[in-house]
């Protein structure tokens, strides 16, 4: 199974764009790429989630080179309600085995 | 719709009592999640359920952890014996898994504190 990897810790200001990448070095064919944000005292929410090369939404944009070992979430011009952790998550389902990897997540500090 | 729902908010027991804590999750989500996360950390995965086959327990930590799934839509995570170190925020999530990717759906948590 993929481990995932990501910083534990970023301070941006507002306005700027952050990027925060996780590296999957064992990264299987099938498995997606998946970014969560999660606020206190709230459950994880989906960002974005991306196969292989770039994927954007109105949130965010998600880079991931052509080995796939790493990827990039990228949020443009940050506000402080951005503050949030920030999970990556590897893997994919197969039947019933549960094959997911989540990063320990990125906790993302904006400030004025 | 309605969101994943989870019951209790907030669970105050005692050493050495059982809990069941309940997820409702979205409805046609054919996958159901467990997951415990400690106060400033990750996402501890405890037991995946996919439609009807067996599900994947291989994250519980202990026998006194169960969970259980009826009819294909709600489930119970039963701690039994509860100790201090169970104390921890219990997240749900559900998911309708295809070809590619899937989204999971979380609900709020259930916040249990072990005396």
């Known amino acids: 199974l993929a481990k995932t990897t990501q910083p534990i810790s970023m301070d941006s200001y507002e306005g700027q764009e952050v990027n925060i990448t996780c590296s999957h070095n064992?990264?299987?064919?099938?498995?997606?790429i998946t970014w969560y944000q999660q606020f206190p005292s709230q459950g994880p929410r989906f960002i974005i989630q991306g196969y292989k090369t770039k994927v954007t939404n109105e949130v965010a944009s998600l880079f991931i080179p052509a080995d796939r070992k790493s990827s990039t979430l990228s949020l443009p011009r940050v506000s402080l309600s951005d503050t949030a952790v920030y999970y990556c998550?590897?893997?994919?389902?197969?039947?019933?085995?549960?094959?997911?990897?989540w990063g320990a997540g990125t906790k993302l500090i904006i400030k004025p | 719709g309605a969101g994943v729902s989870q019951s209790p908010s907030n669970k105050v027991t005692e050493k050495g009592k059982d809990v069941e804590l309940r997820c409702d999750p979205i409805?046609?989500?054919?996958?159901l999640y467990w997951y415990r996360q400690s106060l400033g950390q990750g996402l501890e995965f405890l037991i995946y359920f996919q439609g009807n086959s067996a599900p994947d327990k291989s994250g519980l930590p202990s026998d006194r952890f169960s969970a259980e799934r009826t009819g294909g839509s709600v489930s119970t995570l039963t701690i039994q014996r509860t100790q201090q170190e169970d104390s921890a925020v219990y997240l749900c999530?559900?998911?309708?898994?295809?070809?590619?990717?899937?989204?999971?759906?979380f609900g709020p948590g259930t916040r249990l504190l072990v005396l």
């Open positions: 998550l590897v893997g994919s389902l197969r039947d019933s085995n549960y094959q997911l990897i």
């Open positions: 999530a559900s998911s309708s898994p295809g070809q590619g990717g899937e989204t999971q759906y």
């Open positions: 409805s046609g989500h054919t996958a």
């Open positions: 064992n990264i299987a064919t099938n498995d997606y």
